[in-house]
């Protein structure tokens, strides 16, 4: 997938706090030996002196020059560059050139690991960050409300709430989860949670079932339950904001589920007829759902059933499973 930069000017960022010396550049976020989860925000300050323009470098895409330099620009943004990068999994180094009177004058790298999958941790050199944190919210403090009341953080109108004012495009996709849609955040997210602020409430699986009692309900009755969900790790498979897929899904059903099951796609699966004919793996009709495409899920309940192998609507033997599309 290419890494795109989008120049985001529509974000009032006029901070001028703690700035450096000179041509300095620092990235803000994510810093060095960070871990994301997210491929929202590049944040860089630079220093009292205005540089003219920024080169920001990603892996092997090179962005065009970001002018900074303009008195207008200063006016918006004082010296923070802010870029919606595209992370690929896994590592990635950030390379942020400063430019002025046609020359680099000053250069920041930073080495981040994008932890796509909760399948595929970072390792221990990385570490999570934490941005509200007193040290960080006061670099955000002369533009955002960092410290809200109640009523605001309970509003459902993104012009109230302050979550909206960086978190805005995180729900600018076609599968909003409920509570994120009317920005419910702190039912999930806690208010006075240490070393930082808004961390997630502990227990993925508790926190879930509290809304969604009738799963735990469907999945009692199941004879055999799905991995994750025995585990408790909804994230696993759902993004708990939104998502570009049904369901919340954190990639498309066949990615996800080859994502464990790898195998499944490097060789036949449901040898069918006398010619030995594998079966599809994905199209865009289902016969036995009409309306929606033909995946994994088509055949298989991601959450559990009464087999092994998880046949939709607890179907128990093959041929029935079959019947649902096959109905000659």
């Known amino acids: 997938m290419p ?25 803000l976020y994510p810093p060095d030996k960070a871990v994301v989860t997210r491929s929202d925000y590049l944040i860089v300050r630079g220093g009292e002196t205005p540089l003219d323009g920024v080169v920001v470098e990603i892996k092997d895409y090179r962005s065009e020059m970001l002018e900074v330099g303009s008195n207008e620009y200063r006016a918006a943004f004082a010296d923070f560059l802010i870029v919606a990068p595209v992370f690929d999994a896994g590592q990635n180094t950030i390379k942020v050139e400063g430019y002025a009177g046609g020359k680099v004058v000053a250069t920041k790298t930073a080495d981040i690991y994008f932890e796509a999958s909760p399948l595929d941790p970072a390792p221990s050199s990385y570490r999570k960050v934490l941005m509200h944190t007193p040290q960080q919210e006061a670099v955000c403090a002369p533009c955002h409300k960092m410290n809200p009341d109640e009523k605001a953080l309970a509003s459902e109108s993104p ?7 960086c978190h805005l495009r995180m729900l600018d996709v076609p599968n909003v989860h409920g509570p994120a849609g009317v920005w419910q955040c702190t039912y999930c997210h806690q208010t006075d949670s240490k070393p930082g602020r808004y961390q997630a409430r502990p227990g993925d699986a508790e926190v879930c079932m509290e809304c969604h009692e009738d799963k735990v ?4 009755g199941k004879k055999f339950v799905h991995g994750p969900i025995e585990a408790g790790m909804c994230l696993v498979c759902h993004d708990p904001h939104a998502s570009n897929n049904p369901a919340q899904l954190v990639a498309p059903v066949n990615e996800l589920c080859l994502r464990c099951h790898e195998e499944i796609g490097e060789k036949n699966h449901i040898v069918r007829g006398v010619g030995g004919k594998a079966h599809p793996l994905q199209g865009p009709e289902n016969p036995a759902f009409p309306g929606k495409p033909f995946h994994c899920a088509s055949c298989h309940d991601p959450h559990g059933g009464a087999t092994e192998q998880y046949f939709q609507r607890d179907i128990a033997n093959r041929m029935s499973l079959c019947q649902l599309c096959h109905k000659k």
């Open 159 to 165: 012009k109230v709430n302050p979550c909206a004012s």
């Open 3 to 27: 890494i795109i930069l989008h120049h985001l000017l529509l974000l009032s960022l006029f901070l001028t706090a703690l700035p450096s010396a000179g041509w300095g550049l620092e990235i």
């Open 217 to 220: 309900q469907e999945f009692k």
